[in-house]
Structures are given as C-alpha cells and as structure tokens.
C-alpha cells in the first residue's frame, strides 16, 4: 500500500513540475496531473533504461532521481500531446 501512495505522490509532483516547466494550454485538473505524472514515471524509467542510466523505482522511495525521471517523462509527454494536438488542430 505505502508503494501505490509513493507512487501517487511522485506522480503528482512531477505532473506539477512538468506542466511548470513547459507551460501551455494542456487539459486537466489534478486527477489529469497525477495521472499524467504517474505515466510519466513509466516513460521517464523507460527511457532511462533504454539510455542505460540505472533507472529508480519510483513506487519504492521518494528520491531527486525518481523525481528527476518522472518530470522527463511527463515532458516527453506533454511534447507529444502538442505535436498531436497540433496537427489536428491544422487538420480542421
């Protein structure tokens, strides 16, 4: 249970800090932050892993280097949503 709250806790401090960082018109309260924090952690570990930079669990302990992987995560995220929502917005 402690885990799933970490959890939760570092996705929504990320999601905090990634939509401070890269500022804009993105959707969502702070169900959509957390949320989109907690992805963010997926896609931070991911690509950590695929770099070859030990990546932390961020379900176990509430580190800088959690931290610091799950807001790269949630900026690749909102990047990505940009550039989609971009595209359909030139579409219409």
Known sequence: MTGWLVTIAVGFVAGALGKFLIPGKDPGGCLIT???GIAGAVVG???AGLL????PDAG???DIRSLAVS???VIVLLLVYRLISGKKKDKE
């Open 45 to 47: 570990k991911y690509l």
């Open 34 to 36: 957390t949320l989109l």
């Open 60 to 62: 176990n302990a509430f």
């Open 71 to 73: 807001v790269a995560g």
């Open 52 to 55: 070859g930079i030990a990546a």
